[in-house]
T-cell receptor, first 114, second 108 residues
């Protein structure tokens, strides 16, 4: 049973470009969570999704950030017009239906904005 | 006040020592509690859930005090491989709130 997969593992973007981060949950998991971790800081919740639904986006910045989890394919976190402050590790986690309390994390995508 | 607070450390202990980490949380209605560990530049991994009656998994013991809104993790006979950052995690409905972590270094 493959774990949570994220790609790319490392992403470099220039200021103003778009970043697309992908997450495939564990097999059988239908809940996906995105977190951001700045250097030397804790994880900050961004958004919680189920297939085709955003359940909680209270941690998402109001502008430039969006997330989706389509019926087919991975969940995508999209950051438009990236700025240096977006440089961070972005982790995706998944949990099985009905068990939102144990989350399993992917290896993360390290975004560097130059 | 932060939702989940931890002493950032670092804790530097010799092999074989016993070390304890504490965590406080602000929402008295929080429902579930966990400890995760995170190695440098890696993803967090679930270490153990924390139950009201306290629970033990090998060298690790977790305790919860709901009245004081306090969680603890005790590591006995620490190993070099225990060196990591330990994250206290609290679940409120669908949201998992992470502490900033306590860094532990176990030295030979």
């Amino acid at each position: 049973n493959a774990g949570v997969m994220q790609n790319p593992r490392h992403l470099v973007r220039r200021r103003g470009q778009e970043a697309r981060l992908r997450c495939s949950p564990m097999k059988g998991h239908s809940h996906v969570y995105w977190y951001r971790q700045l250097p030397e800081e804790g994880l900050k919740f961004m958004v919680y999704l189920q297939k085709e639904n955003i359940i909680d986006e209270s941690g998402m910045p109001k502008e430039r950030f969006s997330a989706e989890f389509p019926k087919e394919g991975p969940s995508i976190l999209r950051i438009q017009q990236v700025v240096r402050g977006d440089s961070a590790a972005y982790f995706c986690a998944s949990s099985p239906l009905g068990q939102a309390y144990e989350q399993y994390f992917g290896p993360g995508t390290r975004l560097t904005v130059t | 006040r932060k939702e989940v607070e931890q002493d950032p450390g670092p804790f530097n202990v010799p092999e074989g020592a016993t070390v304890a980490f504490n965590c406080t949380y602000s929402n008295s209605a929080s429902q579930s509690f966990f400890w995760y560990r995170q190695d440098c530049r890696k993803e967090p991994k679930l270490l153990m859930s924390v139950y009201s009656s306290g629970n033990e998994d090998g060298r690790f013991t977790a305790q919860l005090n709901r009245a004081s809104q306090y969680i603890s993790l005790l590591i006995r006979d620490s190993k070099l491989s225990d060196s990591a950052t330990y994250l206290c995690v609290v679940r409120d409905n669908n949201d998992m709130r992470f502490g900033a972590g306590t860094r532990l270094t176990v030295k030979p």
